[in-house]
């Protein structure tokens, strides 16, 4: 939805595995965040992306969680080793930049861990 | 202290009647706000920012912000079933990510 492409929508793995979730915008939008929705949580910020600059990592829960943005479009979230705890829908957001810009988000992928 | 509280309802009106959702926050820095729209299962869809003190307008939908206070609000006038959802406050205050409280289940009843 809101011009952000998220895929898989849905993913069901095992326990330990490693999973990349992608998210692709569309061109023009600077910004591009991830963030975790777990069940009855708020919306948890996890990494941003504005343009070249280096991303703000300070919302990545642990070390398996890493995060990437290729040519300043695409971008991959990839979780290592997975936990039960990861299980959650991952939501990819994009804005025009700035603090005062409005996030839109895509429709996300829910992921559960077995 | 959570930094955006709202009451997580569930929250009923009959259709047609008004509608009022609030949200508190803790930071004082806060400078942007926005209201989100989240359907069961769906991702959160953007109904309304508002950054100064007042009202903001747009359609059926009021957004009120007092940062003395450190409250937004959204109305909701004419309310439908189809608004039937959790509604999402949300600010930005020194960074860039978004602060979210945890929503407010509406439900418009017919």
């Known amino acids: 939805g809101a011009g952000v492409s998220q895929s898989p929508s849905n993913k069901v793995t095992e326990k330990g595995k490693d999973v990349e979730l992608r998210c692709d915008p569309i061109s023009g939008h600077t910004a591009l965040y991830w963030y975790r929705q777990s069940l009855g949580q708020g919306l948890e910020f996890l990494i941003y992306?504005?343009?070249?600059?280096?991303?703000?990592k300070s919302g990545l829960p642990s070390d398996r969680f890493s995060a990437e943005r290729t040519g300043g479009s695409v971008s991959t979230l990839t979780i290592q080793r997975t936990q039960q705890e990861d299980s959650a829908v991952y939501l990819c957001a994009i804005s025009l930049g700035g603090r005062d810009q409005p996030q839109h988000f895509g429709d996300g992928t829910r992921l559960s861990i077995l | 202290q959570k930094e955006v509280e709202q009451n997580s309802g569930p929250l009923s009106v009959p259709e047609g009647a008004i509608a009022s959702l609030n949200c508190t926050y803790s930071d004082r820095v806060s400078q942007s706000f926005f209201w989100y729209r989240q359907y069961s299962g769906k991702s959160p869809e953007l109904i309304m920012s508002i950054y100064s003190n007042g009202d903001k307008e747009d359609g059926r939908f009021t957004a009120q912000l007092n940062k003395a206070s450190q409250y937004v609000s959204l109305l909701i006038r004419d309310s439908q079933p189809s608004d039937s959802a959790t509604y999402l406050c949300a600010l930005s205050n020194s960074g860039y990510a978004l602060n979210f409280g945890k929503g407010t289940s509406l439900l418009v009843t017919p």
């Open positions: 992306f504005q343009g070249n600059s280096a991303p703000d």
